[in-house]
Structure formats: structure tokens, C-alpha cells
């Protein structure tokens, strides 16, 4: 497919043979399965999967991308032409079991997308993402990490986080000029620290991660006042890479 990539798009083509093999090896799609995969872009991925599924549904922003897409793979590819953003994943929910995802995402996108997936967490089995290393290292951060931030928390809040491995930047083209990693999420059927309300333990994270230089007490102030920070065993003073989910959701509630 003869595509020139568009840096709009922030498209960054899969190629490596040996890195989607092992892609696939680690999603593991089995018959039966409902999987959404977002950004096929080429269809590298989104070959060995319909070889394996028979059909899938997929959502490409390119609509150049999409008719080269909708030729080569006909009816067994469902497609989507949008912004996933834009996407109300609820139709695509499977009755029955749970929906996989899949994607190269685009770095520039990356971080919007995922939040768009943990709002329909609940209805999703697993994620398998190529995203910027940089991203999952963020994912995966624990408290007390420089890479700790708001992306952290709410991810680990939702989600079990692994990377299952880096890819380097030739195994793309164009080449972007940083490391790619290979992640699975998988949404937790029963969270670990549960917060009574979800909208406002968001509200907590963000304010305490928008001045991270700040301590608890002046980045909260006006949202928790500092006594309730104490209520919840948390010291006033430390500041938001510090804490783990569970002194969030106890802040919060």
C-alpha cells in the first residue's frame, strides 16, 4: 500500500515482521472474540488478526487509509471512518463477554484515547496498546517516581498495567525519534480501592497533580480542606507523586 504518512495524523507505520508477530502472540485473538482495533493504519496488525479472528471491527481517522483498508479486506474488516475520539463505544460493547482492544496509537493522541477507554473500562477484557515508552513508563509509574502523575493514577486505579516489551524506533516509518513499548491493560473486575465518587476522586487527582511542585494542602485548598486530608491518613505536607490510588480514593472520599 503506497501511503505517504501524514504527520497530522501522527502516523508512524508498523513494519517490523518479527514485532507483530510477537504482537499477536501476546494478544493471543481467539474465535468468538469481539475486538476493536483502533488506528489500523496499513493493516499490519490488522491482517494476522482477521486471519486468526475472521473479522474484526476497526476505526481509522484516514480516509485515504481506509479505502486501500476496505479493498484489501472487504467484509471481514467492519470499519469505521472517524476519530475515535469522537466514538461512542457503547454499539460496539459485546452482549455476551467482554470487548478487546488493540491499537498503534498515535503519541500525539495517546493519553485522550486511553482516558476515552477507561470511561467504558467496565466493558472492556483487555487492551493490548503500542504506545511512546515514555507513556507506559508514566502507566506503570509508582508513587514516589519523577513519572508519577495524574496518568497513573487514574490508569492504575482502573486498570493492571504490564509492558510486555519495547520496540525500537526502526521498526517503524517513518522512524520516530523515540522508543515505542508494547502494553496490556486489563481492567479490573473488582477494583482494589473503589471511590464512592468517581467524578470527584478525578477532580482530586488533577488538582493535586495541575502544581506538582505544591504540597497536598495548597494544591487541594478549595477542593478538601486540610483537616480532611488528616481525617484520611494522609500527611498534608507531602505532594501528589507520593500517594498510592487506595490514599486518593481515602482523600476523596
Not at 173 to 198: C, G, H, I, N, T
Amino acid at each position: 500500500m503506497s501511503h505517504r504518512p501524514r504527520k497530522r495524523f501522527g502516523q508512524n507505520f508498523l513494519h517490523d515482521r518479527a514485532v507483530i508477530e510477537r504482537m499477536v502472540a501476546h494478544i493471543a485473538p481467539q474465535q468468538g472474540q469481539q475486538l476493536l482495533e483502533i488506528g489500523p493504519g496499513q493493516g499490519a496488525l490488522t491482517e494476522p488478526l482477521l486471519d486468526r479472528l475472521g473479522s474484526l471491527t476497526a476505526v481509522e481517522l484516514d480516509r485515504d487509509l481506509a479505502l486501500a483498508l476496505e479493498q484489501r479486506f472487504g467484509q471481514r474488516l467492519h470499519l469505521l471512518v472517524g476519530d475515535v475520539l469522537e466514538l461512542d463505544l457503547q454499539p460496539y460493547l459485546p452482549d455476551q463477554g467482554r470487548l478487546r482492544v488493540v491499537g498503534n496509537l498515535p503519541y500525539n493522541v495517546s493519553t485522550p484515547i486511553l482516558f476515552h477507554l477507561l470511561a467504558v473500562a467496565e466493558h472492556i477484557e483487555d487492551m493490548h496498546l503500542l504506545l511512546q515508552k515514555e507513556v507506559v513508563d508514566r502507566m506503570l509509574a509508582a508513587p514516589g517516581s519523577k513519572a508519577r502523575g495524574r496518568l497513573s493514577v487514574m490508569i492504575q486505579y482502573r486498570c493492571h498495567v504490564e509492558r510486555c516489551f519495547n520496540v525500537p524506533a526502526g521498526a517503524f516509518f517513518p522512524a520516530p525519534k523515540v522508543m515505542s513499548s508494547f502494553a496490556r491493560l486489563v481492567p479490573y473486575r473488582q477494583l482494589p480501592a473503589a471511590a464512592r465518587d468517581e467524578q470527584l476522586f478525578a477532580k482530586v487527582v488533577a488538582a493535586a497533580f495541575s502544581t506538582r511542585r505544591k504540597t497536598l494542602r495548597n494544591s487541594l485548598r478549595g477542593l478538601v480542606d486540610e483537616q480532611k486530608i488528616v481525617r484520611a491518613g494522609v500527611d498534608p505536607g507531602r505532594r501528589a507523586e507520593s500517594l498510592t490510588v487506595a490514599e486518593f480514593v481515602n482523600i476523596a472520599a
